[in-house]
């Protein structure tokens, strides 16, 4: 049986994606993004630094500060140096510079603190638009029809621009 994925767990999918991709940056910022689930981030970070990567998690405005933290034990981090559900907590791992890893910040709408992060590298709906892009051509596309369509939908110019 072929579960599909809901939209939210999809675009969280596609946040996990673009998490991986910048697993060497500095910091990232996610907070213009909307309609995704939140735990399901959790894991799928949780799933990246199984592979070695060091990424540190801060979430703001999801719900239950207790369950979100729950979530991110399960998911292997270490509550509060590795997970926090506040920005501060991406706040002062960036003022830690010289200690390895990434630091994530995602938020739900706008938060104190937010100016804090102005460094962190910014996860965009269009980065998110061509993981979604990449997930259907490989889970989607039935006939080579469907393919040249989503390949045209993430590299050709023309539509690229519809993106940003």
Same mark, same amino acid.
């Given at each position: 049986? /072929?579960?599909?994925?809901?939209?939210?767990?999809? /675009?969280?999918?596609? /946040?996990?994606?673009?998490?991986?991709?910048?697993? $060497?940056?500095?910091?990232?910022?996610? =907070? @213009?993004?909307?309609?995704? %689930? /939140?735990?399901?981030?959790?894991?799928? #970070?949780?799933? &990246?630094?199984?592979?070695?990567?060091? &990424?540190? *998690?801060? #979430?703001?405005?999801?719900?239950?500060? $207790?369950?979100?933290? %729950?979530?991110?034990?399960?998911?292997?981090? @270490? +509550?509060?140096?590795?997970?926090?559900?506040? !920005?501060?907590?991406?706040?002062?791992?960036? $003022?830690?510079? =010289?200690?390895?890893?990434?630091? +994530?910040?995602?938020?739900?709408?706008?938060?104190? #603190?937010?100016?804090?992060?102005?460094?962190?590298?910014?996860?965009? $709906? #269009?980065? +998110?638009?061509?993981?979604? !892009?990449?997930?259907?051509?490989?889970? +989607?596309?039935? %006939?080579?029809?469907?393919? %040249? *369509? !989503?390949?045209?939908?993430?590299?050709?110019?023309?539509?690229?621009?519809? !993106?940003?």
């Amino acid at each position: 049986m /072929i579960v599909t994925p809901t939209p939210a767990e999809l /675009i969280a999918d596609a /946040i996990a994606e673009c998490i991986r991709e910048g697993k $060497n940056e500095y910091g990232i910022l996610i =907070t @213009s993004l909307t309609g995704f %689930n /939140i735990e399901r981030v959790i894991r799928k #970070v949780g799933d &990246i630094r199984t592979s070695g990567a060091k &990424i540190r *998690l801060a #979430v703001q405005g999801f719900g239950d500060p $207790n369950h979100l933290k %729950n979530i991110a034990t399960e998911a292997g981090f @270490s +509550v509060p140096d590795e997970f926090d559900t506040t !920005l501060r907590a991406a706040g002062r791992w960036r $003022n830690h510079w =010289t200690e390895v890893g990434t630091r +994530v910040a995602i938020a739900q709408g706008r938060q104190p #603190v937010m100016h804090t992060l102005g460094q962190f590298q910014s996860v965009t $709906n #269009v980065q +998110v638009a061509h993981q979604l !892009l990449k997930w259907a051509k490989s889970n +989607v596309a039935v %006939n080579e029809q469907h393919i %040249n *369509l !989503l390949e045209a939908l993430e590299t050709e110019e023309d539509f690229t621009s519809l !993106l940003t």
